[in-house]
């Protein structure tokens, strides 16, 4: 167990290490001159020349990597073009909004995808695990912006049952302000007990998170009844029929804990694929996430920022799947064996 | 006398078999039909986009301004937008630019991603090691995110789009044919291949490559539709293709603050995203479900 995850962890650590790389080189491929971007557009050949050093452009590419990397480490993720304020400060805001958009998303994911996959498994090859199975295929495959449009034009212009946009109604600031302790507002709304503010975000919620859950669902849906129609073909179901459990008892008491491991890790992977979606759903719904500060950023070519928002997802995505496969340690006995 | 070359005489080859395996079974899956029937549909019709839209001249930068956001009618079955085109004619235009970009990443990602895994699975050792660290790294990013990072830095166009899916797609396959390849570098036959002296490049391109192909189309398959909306994504934030180019994803993000007025604007060009996505989906499906192995060979 301590040997798997030492190992495991060093497999992380390198991982990481490669992200930062290929970012960096990302980055230094940006067209244009940091330091004219830095010096501003009136510096003199000496301005731009201190302007280098300062920034060291002029050490070669290998010692510009070392310091991208010591800053990095030291909390120093450059300072964003078009909000004037460091990175690591945007991202402290941006970062949990879409953490609060995505996780209600996954749990949406969670609650209807793994019984619609255990419903479709029950009646495997019959009518209800063909809809079952082709409904959740439609789900993955619908453009998520085309289901923002459509959800947001229906049940908040039309209807008029949610607001169009924004994360909580802003006039609620002024009333019962918001102390932040986690920067996710549902969370910091409920430990604060502040029920405006949480009533507020959780209105506001429902609509993008259910549009960025439809591919989680979907795809989640597919794997249960994939992985469960699986185990409840092996010898050992085969006997618990024998023994007379019903066959969906077979399935709820037998099949679905040893296809918790594919699920799980099908949700690490989700959970980063759909950190992006929702860049789309947020700028539609104008939530104040990653996505919405990806998109001004890469409208003002401001590569800190990008580079900011680019890191972090792939760290969370590496993080992710270490405690996925750190939880499958404890779901899965099996598991370590290997 | 004629001189048989040594490959032939390797018994157990299955270069190929899936093929006239799944002829058979292919026909009996009702979703792999259903998918390369849509799919059919939109390939013909993309390449006789000119003789069956009414305005063939709108697939480009036609501007009609006193016939700008028509309702759909008799004259524009999709109504117009903001600047007068016909939806339905820069639709079916759409689709030439949607399998142009599955084609060339699938293409590109293949071409890379088999040949590195390949070599990596037939060699194994610290090769197999490296590689796959690597594709580690680029699997961290989710498609979409690295294709935004690089689409900044390079001037957004179709071309880029194309690579930057690219740049994220290529380490599935070779995730993929890496382990087939190291599976086919174990059986029987190859120790044959090894036997007969034959050199390790004409082993791995002439034995392994062909008998890993099997996954590596199913694969395809099922990432067609995920490439046709991560590029419509990426057009969509105005990275991808660009105006006047007929790109779906584009389309919709043009008509996207229209959508409560002019709805047609966005819905037409993103349910050909949808139906496009969908079709693939299931040709993959259909295809996985039929060639998967634990079906055996009778059933």
């Known amino acids: 167990m301590g040997r798997y995850l030492v190992r495991r962890l060093a497999q992380a650590a390198l991982v990481v290490v490669g992200v930062v790389v290929l970012t960096f080189i990302v980055v230094r491929l940006l ?153 996710i507002t549902i969370v910091d709304a409920f430990i604060t007990g502040n029920w405006p503010i949480f009533l507020s975000t959780l209105h506001h919620l429902i609509l993008p998170a259910l549009v960025v859950a439809a591919y989680p669902i979907g795809v989640v849906t597919q794997m249960t009844r994939a992985a469960v129609s699986e185990e409840a073909s092996l010898d050992h179901a085969r006997l618990e029929r024998a023994l007379g459990f019903a066959p969906g008892q077979v399935l709820r008491r037998f099949s679905f804990r040893p296809s918790l491991n594919p699920i799980l890790t099908l949700l690490a992977l989700v959970f980063a694929y759909s950190l992006v979606n929702a860049f789309l759903v947020e700028s539609i719904f104008n939530w104040p996430g990653l996505g919405n500060y990806a998109v001004a950023s890469i409208r003002s070519l401001d590569t800190a920022a990008v580079a900011g928002v680019t890191l972090i997802v792939a760290l969370a995505y590496v993080i992710a799947n270490l405690l996925v496969d750190i939880a499958q340690t404890f779901i899965d006995p099996r598991v370590r064996l290997s | 006398m004629t001189i048989i070359p040594p490959e032939e005489l390797i018994p157990n080859d299955e270069r190929f078999a899936f093929l006239s395996l799944a002829r058979g079974r292919l026909r009996g899956q009702k979703m792999f039909v259903a998918g390369a029937v849509v799919l059919l549909v ?13 305005y063939p001249q709108d697939a480009q930068g036609g501007v009609d301004p006193v016939n700008s956001l028509l309702a759909p009618s008799s004259q524009h079955w999709f109504g117009t937008d903001q600047v007068g085109r016909d939806v339905y004619t820069r639709v079916v235009f759409g689709a030439r630019t949607s399998l142009l970009i599955v084609f060339s990443v699938l293409s590109l990602s293949v071409i890379i991603g088999v040949t590195l895994g390949v070599i990596a699975g037939y060699a194994g050792g610290w090769i197999r090691d490296l590689v796959m660290r690597v594709t580690d790294v680029f699997l961290a990013f989710p498609a979409l995110l690295l294709s935004l990072a690089l689409c900044i830095v390079l001037e957004p166009d179709l071309k880029t789009a194309i690579l930057a899916i690219t740049v994220t797609w290529w380490p599935w396959y070779t995730r993929l044919a890496a382990g087939v390849a190291a599976s086919i570098s174990g059986r029987a036959y190859m120790d044959a291949v090894r036997a007969l002296g034959i050199s390790p490049a004409r082993a791995v391109f002439r034995h392994v490559l062909p008998n890993s192909l099997t996954p590596v189309i199913v694969q395809l398959s099922l990432d067609a539709g995920g490439i046709i909306l991560t590029a419509a994504a990426l057009s969509f934030l105005g990275l991808g293709a660009q105006e006047p180019t007929a790109e779906w994803g584009l389309m919709v993000s043009q008509g996207q603050d229209l959508f409560t007025t002019a709805y047609w604007v966005s819905l037409y060009p993103g349910l050909a995203i949808l139906i496009a996505a969908f079709a693939f989906n299931m040709l993959g499906e259909g295809m996985r479900t039929a060639l998967d192995p634990r079906r055996g060979f009778t059933s």
Not at chain 1, 75 to 81: A, H, M, V
Not at chain 1, 104 to 118: H, S
Request: glycine letters at 10%.
């Open chain 1, 31 to 183: 067209p244009g001159d940091p330091a004219a971007a830095y010096a501003g557009p009136r510096a003199s050949p000496e301005d731009l020349a201190r302007a280098r050093e300062l920034l060291g452009l002029d050490k070669p590419v290998i010692a510009q990597l070392g310091m991208y990397m010591s800053g990095l480490v030291q909390g120093d993720w450059g300072t964003s073009l078009h909000t004037r304020l460091p990175v690591t400060h945007d991202l402290s805001i941006a970062f949990p909004a879409s953490l609060e958009l995505v996780g209600t998303a996954l749990i949406f994911a969670v609650l209807i995808g793994i019984p619609l996959g255990l419903l479709a498994a029950r009646f495997f090859g019959s009518p209800v695990d063909g809809a079952v199975r082709l409904g959740s295929m439609f789900a993955a495959a619908f453009p998520v912006f085309l289901l923002a449009l459509i959800v947001q034009n229906t049940f908040a212009t039309k209807l008029g049952w949610f607001p169009v946009a924004g994360e909580y109604d802003s006039k609620l600031d002024s009333t019962s302000p918001l102390h932040l302790y986690t920067n």
């Open chain 2, 42 to 54: 939109i390939v013909v019709m993309a390449i006789l986009a000119p003789w069956i839209t009414p």
